[in-house]
C-alpha cells in the first residue's frame, strides 16, 4: 500500500486549519497528520511525530512563520509550503520565505465561487505532493548587482541582433523550486540579454511581488507582463498569476497576450500554453528552458518548440528541486541539452547570439 504524504497544517485561524485539512484530506494520497494555531504547539506536535510535508502562515502570534521556518532550516529541514493571503506585505513576506528555504506558496483558500475553490483544491494538493519529493537545497547566497544604468549613462552601439530582422527571443517554464532557480539564473544575465518571457506557477499577486524583488536584485528588468507588453532586450516578463501568457509577433516584433481560459496541464499559468505560441509564432528564433517543476506542464509545448526548430534547454536532476518537468521534456526527446542552473545562462546567451 502508499505511504501517504502526511501534513501539519500551521495557521493561527481554526477556519483556515479546517479549510485547509478539508481539501488535503479529500486527496487519497494524503493525510492531515496534525494542525496547530502557532510555531510553538507545531514544535509540540513535531516532537511525536515528523510531518512530510508544513503548510505554514506567514503571520501569527508569539512567533512569526518566516521565524519559524529559518529554525526549522537550521535545525531540522522539512519540506515547507507557506500559505498567505493576497495582501500586499504578506506577499512580500511570502516571496522572503522562498529564499529561506519555502518549496511552494499557496494562497489561503477563501470562500467563493464553486470553480474557484476546486482550482485551490488542486493547486493545494499538488504543491504539497510536489513538496513532498523536493529536495532541500543550499540557499544560494544573493549576488550584488550593480545599480540599473539609463541610456543617458552609456549609449550601446548596434549589436547583431539588432540589425537582423527578427530577434531572438527566449521562453522559460519553471514550477516548484522555480522562484529561486529563475533568481540564480537571471542574475547571471547582462543588460542587454535578450527578451524573455517567463510562466511561473505561482497564485495570482505573488507574480507581481516576485517580478519587483527579482527588478531590484537583477541587471536585466523584470516586470510582471500586461497584455500587449513588447518583448525587448534587457527586459522580462512573467506571467501573472491566474492567466496564460502567449507570445506573439506583429512583423519583426514581438509582444505578449494575457488571458484567461482552462486549467491547462493543471495550471494557469501553463508552460504548455507559452511554450506552444512561441514554436508557432518564434519558431527557430527561440530558445526554450525548462526548469524544476513536478508534473509535465511544458514537456509537450517544448516538443512542439524543437520541431519548429527552436534550440532546447532541459535543467538537470542533480540541480533541480524537483526533477519532474525537466524528465518528462527529457523522456519525450524534447531538450536538445540538459545542463546544471549554473550552465543554463551560458547556453542561452551563446545560442541566442548565433545567426
Do not use: W
Not at 57 to 73: A, W, Y
Not at 211 to 227: F, G
Amino acid at each position: 500500500m502508499k505511504k501517504k504524504i502526511r501534513v501539519l497544517v500551521v495557521d493561527d485561524s481554526a477556519l483556515v486549519r479546517q479549510t485547509i485539512s478539508g481539501i488535503l484530506a479529500s486527496d487519497p494520497d494524503i493525510e492531515v497528520m496534525a494542525t496547530a494555531g502557532d510555531p510553538f504547539a507545531a514544535a509540540r506536535k513535531m516532537r511525536d511525530e515528523v510531518p512530510d510535508v508544513i503548510t505554514l502562515d506567514v503571520e501569527m502570534p508569539r512567533m512569526d512563520g518566516i521565524t519559524f521556518l529559518q529554525k526549522l532550516m537550521a535545525q531540522h529541514p522539512i519540506p515547507v509550503v507557506i500559505c498567505s493571503s493576497l495582501a500586499g506585505e504578506q506577499s512580500a513576506t511570502a516571496l522572503k520565505a522562498l529564499e529561506y528555504g519555502a518549496v511552494e506558496i499557496i494562497q489561503k483558500p477563501v470562500v467563493g465561487t464553486k470553480k474557484f475553490l476546486e482550482e485551490s483544491s488542486i493547486r493545494i494538493c499538488d504543491c504539497v505532493k510536489s513538496a513532498a519529493l523536493s529536495r532541500i537545497k543550499k540557499i544560494l547566497a544573493l549576488r550584488k548587482v550593480e545599480p540599473k544604468l539609463n541610456a543617458d549613462a552609456v549609449l550601446a552601439g548596434p549589436t547583431r541582433a539588432m540589425l537582423e530582422t527578427t530577434e531572438k527571443v527566449v521562453v522559460l517554464g519553471a514550477s516548484t523550486g522555480g522562484t529561486e532557480a529563475l533568481r540564480v539564473f537571471l542574475q547571471q544575465l547582462p543588460m542587454d540579454a535578450p527578451g524573455m518571457v517567463i510562466v511561473q506557477h505561482m497564485p495570482e499577486n505573488f507574480t507581481r511581488a516576485f517580478a519587483i524583488r527579482l527588478n531590484d536584485i537583477c541587471r536585466v528588468s523584470v516586470k510582471e507582463a500586461e497584455n500587449n507588453d513588447p518583448v525587448l532586450r534587457g527586459q522580462v516578463l512573467i506571467a501573472p498569476g491566474n492567466d496564460h501568457l502567449l507570445l506573439k509577433r506583429s512583423g519583426a516584433r514581438y509582444y505578449v497576450e494575457v488571458k484567461t481560459g482552462p486549467l491547462v496541464s493543471r495550471h494557469r499559468p501553463s508552460v504548455d500554453v507559452l511554450f506552444r505560441s512561441a514554436a508557432r509564432y518564434a519558431g527557430k528564433n527561440a530558445v526554450g528552458v525548462i526548469m524544476t517543476g513536478m508534473g509535465d506542464d511544458g514537456a509537450k509545448g517544448m516538443m512542439e518548440m524543437k520541431q519548429a526548430g527552436a534550440f532546447t534547454i532541459a535543467q538537470d536532476e542533480a540541480s533541480c528541486v524537483v526533477f519532474g518537468m525537466p524528465n518528462e521534456a527529457i523522456k519525450l526527446g524534447a531538450a536538445d541539452r540538459v545542463l546544471s542552473l549554473e550552465q543554463i545562462s551560458g547556453m542561452v546567451l551563446m545560442e541566442c547570439n548565433k545567426r
